[in-house]
């Protein structure tokens, strides 16, 4: 059960309050610090997958526990960015973010019950999503607006990063599109009485 993949997706768990009070911290390197701790989340999230399949380390536990780490870190940085900048540009995609997530872990989750979980498994476009989504999110927590670094003003990578936002908010719908597409006709077949 403790494989080195099942090991660093709890440490991607435990990094989630680690997380939360740094972003919190009423010191000016509390956003970059918590940015960097997303990016480490990040990292293992991506880390832990490569190795569970080069290792031939894939467990059961694994594959419950790795999902449940990714959307947790995921809404909490969605949550906090919404109550941080206070605007409804920022708000509108990222809790469609959320309630993406939710509906497609309860696709998931039901199609599983038919036998059928394959149907909606993880696509390009979901990887695609993921990858715009973390990057979003990494600038949009750290917010280096007022940064000059080596006389280099570093406020456009909360531009890059709303940019981003956006990307990742039209990936969102299309990958659920795509998922609820896959599973159409699943969730409408009516029963036919005999």
Same mark, same amino acid.
């Given at each position: $059960?403790?494989?080195? #993949?099942?090991?660093?997706?709890?440490?991607?768990?435990?990094?989630?309050?680690?997380?939360?009070?740094?972003?919190? *911290?009423?010191?000016?390197?509390?956003?970059?610090?918590?940015?960097?701790? +997303? /990016?480490?989340?990040?990292?293992?999230?991506?880390?832990?997958?490569?190795?569970?399949?080069?290792?031939?380390? &894939?467990?059961? +536990?694994?594959?419950?526990?790795? #999902?449940?780490?990714?959307?947790?870190?995921?809404?909490?940085?969605?949550?906090?960015?919404?109550?941080? +900048?206070? =605007?409804? /540009?920022?708000?509108?995609? @990222?809790?469609?973010?959320?309630?993406?997530?939710?509906?497609? =872990?309860?696709?998931? !989750?039901?199609?599983?019950?038919?036998?059928?979980?394959?149907?909606?498994?993880? &696509?390009? $476009?979901?990887?695609?999503?993921?990858?715009?989504?973390?990057?979003?999110?990494?600038?949009?927590? /750290?917010? #280096?607006?007022?940064?000059?670094?080596?006389?280099?003003?570093?406020? /456009?990578?909360?531009?890059?990063?709303?940019? $981003? *936002?956006?990307?990742? +908010? @039209?990936?969102?719908?299309? &990958?659920?599109?795509?998922?609820?597409?896959?599973?159409?006709?699943?969730?409408?077949?009516?029963?036919? !009485?005999?």
């Amino acid at each position: $059960m403790w494989t080195i #993949p099942n090991t660093l997706t709890l440490f991607r768990i435990l990094l989630i309050p680690v997380f939360l009070i740094i972003f919190y *911290l009423p010191y000016s390197w509390a956003h970059f610090g918590a940015a960097f701790v +997303f /990016w480490l989340a990040a990292i293992t999230d991506a880390l832990d997958g490569y190795l569970a399949r080069k290792l031939e380390q &894939s467990t059961p +536990f694994g594959a419950f526990l790795d #999902p449940v780490a990714d959307k947790v870190m995921v809404v909490a940085a969605c949550f906090i960015i919404a109550e941080d +900048f206070q =605007s409804a /540009w920022i708000t509108i995609p @990222v809790l469609t973010m959320v309630a993406r997530e939710v509906v497609i =872990s309860a696709l998931r !989750e039901w199609m599983a019950e038919l036998g059928k979980r394959a149907s909606v498994a993880v &696509s390009e $476009m979901g990887k695609y999503k993921t990858a715009a989504q973390m990057l979003a999110l990494i600038g949009l927590i /750290w917010q #280096p607006n007022d940064l000059v670094i080596w006389g280099i003003e570093l406020g /456009w990578l909360t531009d890059l990063a709303f940019l $981003m *936002l956006y990307i990742a +908010f @039209v990936l969102t719908l299309w &990958s659920m599109v795509i998922y609820i597409k896959a599973a159409w006709s699943d969730l409408t077949y009516t029963k036919q !009485e005999g």
